[in-house]
T-cell receptor
Framework: DAGVIQSPRHEVTEMGQEVTLRCKPI?????LFWYRQTMMRGLELLIY????????DSGMPEDRFSAKMPNASFSTLKIQPSEPRDSAVYFC??????????FGSGTQLSVL | KQEVTQIPAALSVPEGENLVLNCSFT??????LQWFRQDPGKGLTSLLL?????REQTSGRLNASLDKSSGRSTLYIAASQPGDSATYLC????????????FGGGTRVLVKP
């Protein structure tokens, strides 16, 4: 398996623009997580899905953030409109309950 | 609310020395605990997973122990090498419903040749 695949690897955009981050989890994994990592706040869980259903989105900062998982092999995290404070590395991770979690390589987002 | 702490935040050792990394958590009602490694600009790689019923897990030069009652885990890396330089994070999963991990802030390790 190729592991968790995220795209794009880097994204530079201007404030106010819409940003869409993509994730393909490992086949067979029924949990998918979106994390954000910054120097100041470390790793923060934004939202996670179980069997394509959002279970906990309490970490989503505000209404500008939305996430979808239309099927077991694809998820998106959308920011609209983007702001400079959204600049961070966004990670997608997948796993099975009680087992190791596998992370993608992340998307480095810079909002100017 | 579960809080996970890793002290120190950074550590520098000469090559060959054993590494001891600490992780503490406030709520002992955990399902399991994982140790991860993160290289600069990369994602996290799971190193070891310890179930709440276990006391330790070993993989090669790595050994992780878990003392649930005192809220502590320790990662030992024997005979450190420059290639072990990275940030090490621990994360706990609650025993309640759900599959949410709470991460510590990590310990940045530098192994000097």
């Amino acid at each position: 398996d190729a592991g968790v695949i995220q795209s794009p690897r880097h994204e530079v955009t201007e404030m106010g623009q819409e940003v869409t981050l993509r994730c393909k989890p490992i086949s067979g994994h029924d949990y998918l997580f979106w994390y954000r990592q910054t120097m100041m706040r470390g790793l923060e869980l934004l939202i996670y899905f179980n069997n394509n259903v959002p279970i906990d989105d309490s970490g989503m900062p505000e209404d500008r953030f939305s996430a979808k998982m239309p099927n077991a092999s694809f998820s998106t995290l959308k920011i609209q409109p983007s702001e400079p404070r959204d600049s961070a590395v966004y990670f997608c991770a997948s796993g099975k309950r009680g087992e190791k979690l596998f992370f993608g390589s992340g998307t480095q987002l810079s909002v100017l | 609310k579960q809080e996970v702490t890793q002290i120190p935040a950074a550590l520098s050792v000469p090559e060959g020395e054993n590494l001891v990394l600490n992780c503490s958590f406030t709520d002992s009602a955990i399902y399991n605990l994982q140790w991860f490694r993160q290289d600069p600009g990369k994602g996290l790689t799971s190193l070891l997973l310890i179930q709440s019923s276990q006391r330790e897990q070993t993989s090669g030069r790595l050994n992780a122990s878990l003392d649930k009652s005192s809220g502590r885990s320790t990662l030992y890396i024997a005979a450190s090498q420059p290639g072990d330089s990275a940030t090490y994070l621990c994360a706990v999963r609650p025993s309640t419903a759900g599959n949410k991990l709470t991460f510590g802030g990590g310990t940045r390790v530098l192994v000097k040749p």
